[in-house]
């Protein structure tokens, strides 16, 4: 073996040059990473996490999830982020594949009924081991999960297949679906409203017609924000006073309208407007 200096950020590296295999030693701000020198797509990622949705490995809408196992590279099938807790596991073909727990399965001798429980699973690859009798899995070897989260029991279905090349993940992460939002139910518009918004409508028409209201006004602005307030149920009193418009002129405009059988919400220390059937009188000045 050689043994030679190299000088980088003002540090002496001591780098060692054996046949075949070189490595560096590498210098971030004081911190020394000893990496191989290979190419990038040789580089494994062991850290990398896979997400899946409870939905798509249990229940009606299941699909079987296939997991990679490589060789020295083990992989988990995590449940702590749904907090599910792992009562059972049956593997159908072990001559390829073994598996361990952080805790007790259901039907173990060491473990009683009230301590079982485990919340990751850790699946390695072996060296094909011919079991007598059982023949073995052409299409992976069928992985089934019993799962409890208080009252409920689940069970996942998983195909466990060995990898090739590089690594892509190291776990497998089970994750609660996100509820989705329910639609908001918008309160049905009573006919009285929406038949108060149509007068008033025709009465501004009625109005314009006459040359008593310009359409460029800030009057007519709030008049149709009453009109657009009160056909989506509004009360009347609220919507007249949210747009500013006297009830007096409402109902005039209603009954230029047409509507007969007028019906106005009593103002609180108001008395009840009656109706003026006679001689129409505006008040546009609002």
Known sequence: MKLRYIADFSLIIRCAIASGTALRAIAFGGCLTIASVFTLSQLVLANTIRQVAASQVS???AQLQTVKVWPGHGVS???YNTREVIKKIWLDDP??????????????GKCSNNSSGA???HIRRIETVKIPGLPQASYGAHMTVITESGSTR??????????????????IEIIGDTPSKPEEVK?????????DSRHIAKGMQVALKNQWVTTDSKLWKRLNQLVELRSQGEELVVAASTTGVSMQLVEKLMLLGGKRFLEIPPQRNNPPITPNTGKTKFLWNQ
């Open 59 to 61: 229940g009606e809408n």
């Open 119 to 121: 919340g990751l699973i």
């Open 154 to 171: 689940k069970s996942y279905h998983f195909r466990i297949v060995a990898g090739s090349g590089t690594p892509e993940y190291s776990q």
């Open 77 to 79: 099938i995590s449940f």
């Open 95 to 108: 001559s390829r594949f073994v598996f361990d727990v952080d805790g007790c399965l259901e039907g173990l």
């Open 187 to 195: 309160p049905k518009v009573s006919y009285t409203a929406l038949s």
